[in-house]
T-cell receptor
Framework: DAGITQSPRHKVTETGTPVTLRCHQT?????MYWYRQDPGHGLRLIHY???????DKGEVSDGYSVSRSKTEDFLLTLESATSSQTSVYFC??????????FGQGTRLTVV | AQTVTQSQPEMSVQEAETVTLSCTYD???????LFWYKQPPSRQMILVIR??????QNATENRFSVNFQKAAKSFSLKISDSQLGDAAMYFC????????????FGQGTRLTINP
């Protein structure tokens, strides 16, 4: 299995607080992605990265920012968490000719 | 924009029987891939099967097979000899060929296996 680690696995936070989720990979994959999973919507792409310091927006990027300072780490930040950002967040990695490999997910609850 | 639709929120099947999960998609691209992912209660996303659009032959992986109808933009998953361990949420997904694997997912189908 691809070495993709998400931290934390669970988090409860208050509305208005900043939150950072971390994705760490040991596969040296070029591409990294953040998705959110909500009932009735499947998984939707938030942001993705195609290299160190190279990122782009996905389908549901409002309220989120990302950073990738090293190949192995991709951070997702909620600058000011809202209840609508309560979700399960998945990190994924891959290269051009590989499938996407997913982390275990982070359950975030904003109260 | 590409879209993926799974019209069956829930399905159930008797153990050892066959079940088919439906998926339709919309794209104007000619180079693309289609996938079925399984998500058990552990939440892990597991790739079940993939299909390259340029291949006419339907993909098969053991008890899992697809019916890929390119003209109709349909991509159904057939599970034969259903087992209790097949119970999960199943997601159909699409991505364009080349470059980043930005996946577009369907809404998911929850499959229950009745013993």
């Amino acid at each position: 299995d691809a070495g993709i680690t998400q931290s934390p696995r669970h988090k409860v936070t208050e509305t208005g607080t900043p939150v950072t989720l971390r994705c760490h990979q040991t596969e040296n994959h070029r591409y990294m992605y953040w998705y959110r999973q909500d009932p009735g919507h499947g998984l939707r792409l938030i942001h993705y990265s195609y290299g160190v310091k190279d990122t782009d927006k996905g389908e549901v990027s409002d309220g989120y920012s990302v950073s990738r300072s090293k190949t192995e780490d991709f951070l997702l930040t909620l600058e000011s968490a809202t209840s609508s950002q309560t979700s399960v967040y998945f990190c994924a990695t891959g290269d051009m000719n590989t499938e996407a490999f997913f982390g275990q997910g982070t359950r975030l609850t904003v109260v | 924009a590409q879209t993926v639709t799974q019209s069956q929120p829930e399905m159930s099947v008797q153990e050892a029987e066959t079940v088919t999960l439906s998926c339709t998609y919309d794209t104007s691209e000619s180079d693309y891939y289609l996938f079925w992912y399984k998500q058990p209660p552990s939440r892990q996303m597991i790739l079940v099967i993939r299909q390259e659009a340029y291949k006419q032959q339907n993909a098969t992986e053991n008890r899992f097979s697809v019916n890929f109808q390119k003209a109709a933009k349909s991509f159904s998953l057939k599970i034969s000899d259903s087992q209790l361990g097949d119970a999960a949420m199943y997601f159909c997904a699409y991505r364009r060929g080349g470059g980043a694997q930005k996946l577009v997912f369907g809404q998911g189908t929850r499959l229950t296996i009745n013993p």
